[in-house]
């Protein structure tokens, strides 16, 4: 019998970034290296604590543009090739460091890669999804969407079509990809505004998660702190990031990841070996790029670089997720004494965290998984799960909050990013006046520039736009997509406005930018925003 409950909530998404036009296209690659180092290195965790009949559950956020990704048959055979590539360089590479330190690093990287190639393409033919709904199905991981494509909500409210389209959608894109409804949703950015839980509820959405600050400033103290759900007043339940378990993950300073027996991110052979020895595995404009065979540990900040040792860091992994649970044992023992109920605490990581930034990751939450099967005082919950067993909670409105720097809205609206915001207004009230104008309508050509006009819109409003810009990696890409996708936005918008049809863009557009082959333009309509639901 346990006192108190664990949620491990991990939220997996990427833009969608898929270029046709091009034989192969850099951004692709956070797909790729995403799916080698996190996506199926969590399924075979999950396959591993299955076989071992290992008591756990967690919750998953999948987002749209990524299980589109998943399904899309350019990227997953794209992949393919990638893969292969990869597997050529490392058995390069095990000839290379025969008889040297490094051998036994590259063979680990060889196997891994070998092992991928089997899982994705025997296994699971091709499409990972199926593999996270495999665990769905068998009770261990509860699979919840989010926002359409990463619409940052809090600064899409003034238009209320446009905050209807991107929860209508979602919902729908889930049903298709795993046949049923979600029972829950990680709005974007962990962002929050009083009223969005008036579009969840109607689109069956029973609960969400908001940053620490917005369950401790709502507009009623919360009895529970962040350690139970609040009900907004139209019953949809809100959960609150805990503090203590999201630092000793995320911390740089503190949080495991940075252990200086984990392997370092940053040393890649794509920028440390010879640009003759390496080209044919970088891009193929000459740019030098992470190719994921990475030799050496993190060290410390100040001294040479050591070998990677695989044996050293599992041990610390151990003890990590040993120390982990510790904790969570000890919150929830404290946390008893003060609650007249069973504790939920609350950790939500980016599910790339697990893999691709820590190696380890994934080993991690394996390790964890076995600790807390073992322990009387805190097991393993879903949301849904506890709220079954606690239908009863606290009415409350949670505050405006996200778990972005500084807890508000700072990185996705400021002086750099500040300008795409008149144009996503714009052209949000733009694609609800059409839905307006044509409802339902019958003309093919028409409906099919209605849906292609949705598309557009809804890949320029992904919120991974504003954020790299503030952050300045990928700046110029970034721009790029927000400026391409309203282009053909508004072209395609003067196409039904003049009556004159440029099938050539359209079908351009159609070509390139496939996301939601089931998408209906009506969700930016007035009667879906004001009316339609499924409940």
């Known amino acids: 019998m346990s006192s108190g409950y664990l949620c491990l909530q991990l939220h997996a998404h990427l833009p969608f970034v898929r ?38 559950k967690l919750t998953m956020s999948i987002t749209p543009p990524l299980a589109e990704m998943f399904s899309d048959e350019l990227l997953q055979n794209r992949f393919i090739d990638k893969l292969n590539l990869l597997i050529e360089l490392s058995e390069k590479e095990l000839s290379r460091t025969k008889n040297s330190e490094f051998y036994p690093i590259v063979l680990m990287y060889n196997t891994k890669l070998i092992q991928c190639r089997k899982v994705f393409i025997n296994q699971y033919n091709k499409n990972l999804l199926a593999g996270f709904k495999y665990f769905q199905d068998i009770g261990k991981l509860e699979i919840i969407t989010c926002s359409a494509t990463h619409g940052f909500m809090p600064l899409m409210s003034v238009n209320k079509n446009a905050v209807n389209a991107q929860i209508e959608i979602a919902v729908k894109n889930y049903l298709k990809h795993f046949g049923k409804y979600p029972s829950g949703m990680w709005n974007a950015e962990c962002a929050y505004y009083p009223g969005l839980e008036d579009y969840l509820k109607k689109w069956g959405i ?55 027996d984990y392997r370092d991110f940053y040393r890649d052979i794509g920028f440390d070996l010879p640009f003759d020895y390496i080209e044919k595995y970088i891009h193929s404009d000459g740019i030098r790029v992470m190719t994921g065979l990475k030799y050496y540990k993190i060290t410390g900040r100040n001294e040479e670089k050591l070998p990677y040792d695989r044996e050293e860091a599992m041990k610390k992994v151990s003890l990590h997720a040993a120390n982990f649970k510790f904790n969570r044992e000890k919150q929830v023992e404290y946390l008893t004494t003060i609650m007249d109920r069973e504790p939920i605490i609350i950790a939500p990581y980016d599910a790339e965290l697990f893999g691709h930034w820590w190696y380890e990751g994934p080993d991690f939450i394996d390790a964890l998984c076995r ?165």
């Open 206 to 260: 029973k609960y969400f998660f908001t940053d620490t600050h917005g369950i401790l400033y709502a507009e009623k103290r919360p009895k529970y702190g962040i350690f139970a759900p609040l009900f907004c007043k139209n019953g949809v339940a809100a959960f609150g990031r805990d503090v203590e378990s999201s630092k000793q993950v995320w911390s740089a300073q503190e949080g495991y990841p940075g252990d200086p």
């Open 371 to 535: 600790e807390i099967s073992k322990s009387n005082i805190v097991k393993m919950i879903t949301p849904s799960d506890y709220l079954k067993k606690y239908p009863l909670n606290q009415v409350s409105t949670p505050s405006m909050s996200s778990w972005g720097n500084k807890g508000y809205m700072e990185v996705w609206l400021n002086g750099g990013n500040d300008w795409i915001y008149r144009h996503y207004h714009e052209c949000s009230e733009k694609m609800a006046e059409l839905a307006n104008r044509y409802p339902n309508t019958n003309d093919t050509k028409v409906r099919r520039i209605l849906n292609q006009m949705a598309r557009e819109l809804l890949i320029a409003q992904t919120s991974c736009w504003a954020f790299i810009i503030t952050t300045n990696t990928t700046v110029e890409y970034a721009m790029k997509k927000v400026k391409t996708h309203l282009s053909n936005f508004l072209e395609l918008y003067d196409m039904v406005s003049s009556g004159n049809i440029n099938e050539e863009l359209l079908s351009q557009c159609e070509w390139r930018d496939t996301i939601f082959q089931e998408i209906d333009y009506m969700a930016y309509s007035d009667e879906h925003t004001y009316g339609l639901g499924v409940n």
């Open 19 to 56: 270029h046709p036009e091009h034989e192969s296209f850099l951004e692709e690659s956070w797909f790729y290296e995403a799916i080698i180092e996190t996506y199926i290195p969590l399924l075979q965790v999950f396959e591993s604590l299955t076989a071992d009949n290992i008591d756990f």
